[in-house]
C-alpha cells in the first residue's frame, strides 16, 4: 500500500468512529451544503448548530430564499456576524433562480461564478454534496496537513493553497471525496487542535513529519499577529411614550447596511463620541437635542475583527421629534422591529419601563 493510499485508509476509518454529529451531514443536498459552508464562515460551529435549522425550516430550497426579502434573510441570521455573506448567498439564489435553476451547479467553475462562492466553498460543495475530487482547504486541514507534511507554505496565498490542494487531491485519489474531506475537517477541529493538540489520538500520528521533528508548534506558519484598536462606542437611547427611537443602517452602509440599532457614533473617547451623536441625531431627526448632564444607562463590551469596543447606552431626553417614515420607528417591543437588529444594540437596549420613562 502507497503511503497516500495508506493515508487515506487510516483517515477514512477514525473518521468512520469519531466523525461529529452535524445536523448539515444529515439529508445533504447542494443547497444545504450550500447554506451549511457559508453559516460556518467565520462562526463556529456550536453557534451555527442552533440556527442551521432553523434557517432550512423557514428557506427549505433555493426558490424559498430567493423569493425572500433580504430583510428576512437577515433577520434568521442576526448575531452570526459577517452578514455581506448572507447577502451574497441571497443574490446567488436570486441569479440561479431567475436563470431557471432550482439548485446549485456541479462544477467549481459555475459555482465560483456565483457572489460570495470562491475556491474554498466550492471545493466544499463539489466534494460534500457532489462527491467530486475538488479540494476544501480551511483553517483545519490547513492546520492538519501543514504538520502532517511540515509544510512551511499558507493558503494565504496562491501558491500555498495550490500545495495544500495537491496534497488534498493526493488523498482524494484513495478514498471518498466527502469522506476525506469531512474527515479532515474534523481530525483538524477535535485532535489536531491549535494548542495543546492531541497526538496520541491522532490516526496519522505516525506519518506526521512536524511530530517526529519535535516541531509541531511551528505548523502552520505562524500568522502576524493582529493589533488591536480599542473604540469608544457611544449609542443614544431616544424615548418618549411611543416608546424607543430605533433608525435602520442605510443600504450602502461600510457595515451591516439594513440594521436596525439605537443611533451609535464610534470615537476615540467618551465625550467626543457624545457630542458627535448628538450632531448626527439632530441631523437626521432635525430636532433640537437637550443634553444637560450625560446620563449612562448601560455598558457592554463588544468585538468586531481588530476592534475592542467599549459601548455605553447614554439618555438624550424625551424627543418630540415625529417619526421619520425613511427608516425611523418608535418601538416599544422588539417584535416591532421590521429587520435585523444590531448585536450592539441588543447588548445595550433596555426597554422604556426599565429606563424609568413615563
Known sequence: MTGQASLARRLSAWFGRHGRDLPWREHRTPYSVWVSEIMLQQTTAAAVRGRYEAFLERFPDLVALARASEEEVLSEVAGLGYYRRFRAMKKAAEQLVGGGRDDLPGTREELMELPGIGFYTSGAICSLAFSQPVPAVDGNVERVLGRLHAMAERVSSRRGLRAFEDRVLELMEH??????????????????????????????????????????????????????????????????????????????????????????????????????????????????????????????????????????????????????????????????????VSTITKKLWRRPAAAGEA
Do not use: Y
Open 175 to 340: 478514498g471518498e471525496p466527502s469522506t476525506i474531506t469531512e474527515a479532515l475537517f474534523d481530525l483538524g477541529a477535535t485532535v489536531c487542535l491549535p494548542r495543546s493538540p492531541r497526538c496520541d489520538a491522532c490516526p496519522l500520528q505516525g506519518s506526521c513529519v512536524a511530530r517526529q521533528q519535535g516541531r509541531i508548534d511551528e505548523f502552520p506558519t505562524p500568522k502576524v499577529a493582529t493589533t488591536m484598536v480599542d473604540r469608544v462606542v457611544v449609542v443614544g437611547h431616544l424615548g418618549s411614550r411611543r416608546g424607543t427611537l430605533f433608525w435602520r443602517r442605510p443600504d450602502d452602509a461600510s457595515r451591516m447596511p439594513g440594521f436596525w440599532e439605537l443611533p451609535e457614533c464610534w470615537a476615540d473617547g467618551f465625550d467626543d463620541g457624545v457630542a458627535k451623536l448628538v450632531a448626527l441625531v439632530e441631523k437626521r431627526l432635525g430636532a433640537r437635542i437637550a443634553l444637560d448632564e450625560v446620563t449612562e444607562m448601560n455598558q457592554a463590551r463588544h468585538t468586531i475583527t481588530r476592534h475592542r469596543l467599549d459601548c455605553r447606552l447614554i439618555s438624550l431626553g424625551t424627543s418630540t421629534a415625529c417619526r421619520d417614515e425613511d427608516g425611523v420607528l418608535w418601538v416599544r417591543d422588539p417584535s416591532e422591529i421590521p429587520g435585523p
